[in-house]
Nanobody, 115 residues
């Protein structure tokens, strides 16, 4: 059984920064592609950033240049999302995802950006 636990969400003013973390635990035998998604009220869940098993990154255009996804050097199935220059439209529940043969999701962490 694989579990993903997110942390680091909160309330921040526009222009501020937050760092989200996601730690995977359980029977994980290899490095998996991982990513961050978000869902705002009344909207569909959308991709924010992904990192492949070989550390190739991909970003949504709306966060390019502001957000950075990275993988922990020791715990390879743990990832972080550094979010800078936050905007009110970044407000959403952020979910960590781990891919591979199966897809796993974390429980989500709320990010609220006030104007």
């Amino acid at each position: 059984q694989v579990q993903l636990v997110e942390s680091g969400g909160g309330l921040v003013q526009a222009g501020g920064s937050l760092r989200l973390s996601c730690a995977a635990s359980g029977s994980i035998l290899s490095i998996h592609p991982m990513g961050w998604y978000r869902q705002a009220p009344g909207k569909q869940r959308e991709l924010v950033a992904t990192i492949s098993s070989t550390d190739i990154t991909n970003y949504a255009e709306s966060v390019l240049g502001r957000f950075t996804i990275s993988r922990d050097n020791v715990q390879k199935n743990s990832v972080s999302l550094q979010m800078n220059s936050l905007k009110p439209e970044d407000t959403a529940v952020y979910y960590c995802q781990m891919g591979g043969l199966y897809t796993y999701w974390g429980q989500g962490t709320q990010v609220t950006v006030s104007s």
